[in-house]
Antibody
Framework: EVQLLESGGGLVQPGGSLRLSCAASGLTFSTYAMGWVRQAPGKGLKWVSSISAGGGTTYYTDSVRGRFTISRDNSKNTLDLQMDSLRAEDTAVYYC?????????????WGQGTLVTVSS | QSALTQPASVSGSPGQSITISCTGTSSDVGGYNYVSWYQHHPGKAPKLIIYEVTYRPSGVSNRFSGSKSGNTASLTISGLQPEDESDYYCTTYTSSNTPVIFGGGTKVTVL
């Protein structure tokens, strides 16, 4: 059974930093691209960032580029999202998911999410 | 990159069929057979129900089906059941530096 478990969410002041982690099990982590998707309160799902299976290629949505950094440790089966210069509009539940990119681009399995609240 | 366009809400009675549209451009929906659909019950993990326009993952009911014509993809739920009441999102690959784009989401209500 595939499990993706996010952690690291919490309350942070505007301008602050937070590091999210996602622990993966039940899949060959090193063979999958991975991604983060968020849902702000009352809003829809929005893609945030993705990283290739080997970690050498990263992608970001425009609103977080330069502030967020995605990374992975294939020896520990973990995915991270370093979030700096946080803004109120970054408040959301953040989900990690594995991303199938061969023949299609889709998020196959998802975690339960971790809540990030940016507020003073 | 603008979000894909979905209707905000769709409703139907038990047993009926409903269709949710997902409209993009030739650079995303129309350009690739990479549309996927997700069911999201609030507070739970989203669930993949359709990938590559028409394929269902193992374990997903065959009441869910996907299609595409031009720049618009569609998700059809046949034999609507109360447990189908949820939010549904489409997404696809785009040929830009932000390669993933989601639709705004559609709330399905079973009357």
């Amino acid at each position: 059974e595939v499990q993706l478990l996010e952690s690291g969410g919490g309350l942070v002041q505007p301008g602050g930093s937070l590091r999210l982690s996602c622990a993966a099990s039940g899949l060959t982590f090193s063979t999958y691209a991975m991604g983060w998707v968020r849902q702000a309160p009352g809003k829809g799902l929005k893609w945030v960032s993705s990283i290739s299976a080997g970690g050498g290629t990263t992608y970001y949505t425009d609103s977080v580029r330069g502030r967020f950094t995605i990374s992975r440790d294939n020896s520990k089966n973990t995915l991270d999202l370093q979030m700096d210069s946080l803004r109120a509009e970054d408040t959301a539940v953040y989900y990690c998911a594995n991303l199938v990119v061969s023949g299609g681009w889709y998020f196959e399995y998802w975690g339960q999410g971790t809540l990030v609240t940016v507020s003073s | 990159q603008s979000a894909l366009t979905q209707p905000a809400s769709v409703s139907g009675s038990p047993g009926q069929s409903i269709t949710i549209s997902c409209t993009g451009t030739s650079s995303d929906v129309g350009g690739y057979n990479y549309v996927s659909w997700y069911q999201h019950h609030p507070g739970k993990a989203p669930k993949l129900i359709i990938y590559e326009v028409t394929y269902r993952p193992s374990g997903v009911s065959n009441r869910f089906s996907g299609s595409k014509s031009g720049n618009t993809a569609s998700l059809t739920i046949s034999g609507l059941q109360p447990e189908d009441e949820s939010d549904y999102y489409c997404t696809t690959y785009t040929s830009s530096n932000t390669p993933v784009i989601f639709g705004g989401g559609t709330k399905v209500t079973v009357l």
